[in-house]
Structure formats: structure tokens, C-alpha cells
């Protein structure tokens, strides 16, 4: 693997504990260090790290928030 996709793996305990999970990555970046992206376009699906994921999220908090207030406005 090349030492920049390497340095770029071990700054973020994410990519190497998905790498870790899915030891079949080792390969495809040995092989093919271009497929580095596809790699972290995979860990976000995987982790839910993606914008789409981020506004579900915040979308869902008010939603819960919003029903304790009028839960509690009963």
C-alpha cells in the first residue's frame, strides 16, 4: 500500500477500524490505491457519515423533541 494512503489511514480511527471490519480493503487499496475514495464513500455509508445521513438525524431529534413538548403540554 502506498505510505500516503497508509498516513491518511491511521489519522482517522473510523477508516482503520472499517478497514479492520472489512479486511477485504486491504487488497483493493494494495491494488489499486485509486480506489481510496470508493474505500471512505463506503466507511460513510457504513458509519452514517454522509450529509443525507447527518440532516435525517437532526430531522429526527426535532421531531423527538418535538413531541416531548407536547407530550408534556397535555
Excluded: H
Excluded at 487499496?29 to 438525524?57: A, E, G, H, Q, W
Amino acid at each position: 500500500m502506498k505510505k500516503e494512503i497508509i498516513d491518511k489511514l491511521k489519522n482517522n480511527p473510523k477508516f482503520l477500524n472499517y478497514l479492520r471490519q472489512n479486511s477485504y480493503w486491504y487488497k483493493e487499496l494494495n491494488r489499486n490505491p485509486n480506489k481510496y475514495d470508493k474505500f471512505i464513500s463506503d466507511m460513510k455509508v457504513k458509519y452514517k457519515l454522509r450529509t443525507i445521513d447527518k440532516v435525517d438525524n437532526f430531522v429526527d431529534s426535532v421531531d423527538l423533541i418535538t413531541k416531548i413538548i407536547d407530550a408534556s403540554n397535555e
